[in-house]
């Protein structure tokens, strides 16, 4: 498998394991429309969020590690701001070595790094022609205590 192929795979399973602990599942559609990658539901009501799902392990940490600053492709920008329904971006970081992405004994299976998430509905366009980039909160970690948050303002009809 390419090493592109393997990251997209690797992060759509943290986002799988983070869903399923928040009680969600994750819908992939065969089809990648608007930069949709995948869409978000929790079980048993109607409220969803979309998602792009993004990987990387180059270092995106800003100095003072508060951020990651991701480039994003102009299309995908523009795709991801002007989304009416709820949509996030979603990037999950990975170790350099492949072989320390993940790591499993008989008492644990620890996937590495993390993801995180912004929310670019809302978003200004910039007149940038290639790429943008975002920065995301670090404090905007993709867990299943966010994510269980971000379902509950969707319920309420808030924003993300």
């Known amino acids: 498998m390419d090493p592109n192929t393997k990251?997209?795979?690797?992060?759509?399973?943290?986002?799988?394991a983070v869903a399923t602990h928040a009680d969600c599942e994750v819908?992939?559609?065969?089809?990648?429309?608007?930069?949709?990658?995948?869409?978000?539901?929790?079980?048993?009501?109607?409220?969803?969020?979309?998602?792009?799902?993004?990987?990387?392990?180059?270092?995106?940490?800003?100095?003072?590690?508060?951020?990651?600053h991701f480039p994003l492709l102009m299309r995908d920008y523009d795709n991801l701001?002007?989304?009416?329904?709820?949509?996030?971006?979603?990037?999950?970081?990975?170790?350099?070595?492949?072989?320390?992405?993940l790591t499993q004994n008989d008492d644990k299976?620890?996937?590495?790094h993390c993801g995180y998430w912004l929310s670019s509905v809302g978003h200004h366009p910039v007149p940038n022609r290639n790429s943008v980039t975002?920065?995301?909160?670090?404090?905007?970690?993709?867990?299943s205590a966010q994510l269980t948050d971000m379902m509950d303002k969707v319920a309420k009809g808030e924003t993300l």
């Open 27 to 68: 819908i992939e559609p065969k089809v990648d429309r608007r930069s949709v990658d995948g869409i978000l539901k929790r079980a048993r009501i109607s409220e969803t969020i979309g998602f792009q799902a993004k990987s990387t392990s180059r270092g995106v940490m800003s100095s003072d590690g508060h951020a990651v």
């Open 7 to 16: 990251k997209e795979r690797f992060s759509l399973a943290y986002i799988n």
């Open 81 to 101: 701001r002007v989304e009416k329904h709820p949509f996030i971006l979603i990037v999950v970081l990975l170790p350099d070595d492949q072989t320390e992405w």
């Open 109 to 112: 299976l620890c996937l590495r």
């Open 134 to 143: 975002v920065r995301i909160p670090t404090a905007n970690v993709f867990s």
